[in-house]
């Protein structure tokens, strides 16, 4: 899979998230490790979430993972606090709003479900 793909794929996903209810600002750069490798980040500001591809040097965070790990957990196929507590998600910053950011974006897929 390609850098172009994952950031595609992870727009689709957030387009489809209700971020309404985070009432504040979260900016979060992931960095993708292995297969498709690069950085993207996604910021949630009154209630919209995009996704943008490139680096964003005022964030609340960094997230180290592969591609498959953050679409799975997207997804809502693998659980927030099963990657974050196995190290298959590494958290460098605001732990609690990439944790948030996480959740809004895997709920979607699971309400669906």
Do not use: W
């Not at 595609?8 to 979260?26: G, L, S, T």
Request: hydrophobic letters at 40%.
């Amino acid at each position: 899979m390609t850098y172009e793909n994952i950031v595609n794929k992870v727009q689709k996903q957030a387009i489809k998230c209700n971020a309404v209810p985070v009432d504040h600002h979260i900016a979060v750069q992931f960095n993708i490790l292995g297969e498709g490798e690069g950085a993207f980040y996604m910021e949630i500001d009154a209630g919209r979430i995009s996704v943008q591809p490139y680096e964003y040097y005022d964030r609340d965070a960094v997230v180290y993972v592969d591609a498959e790990t953050l679409l799975d957990t997207i997804a809502g196929k693998l659980s927030v606090a099963d990657v974050t507590s196995n190290g298959k998600l590494v958290i460098q910053g605001n732990y609690d709003a990439t944790i948030n950011l996480l959740e809004t974006l895997s709920e979607h897929t699971q309400e669906d479900k």
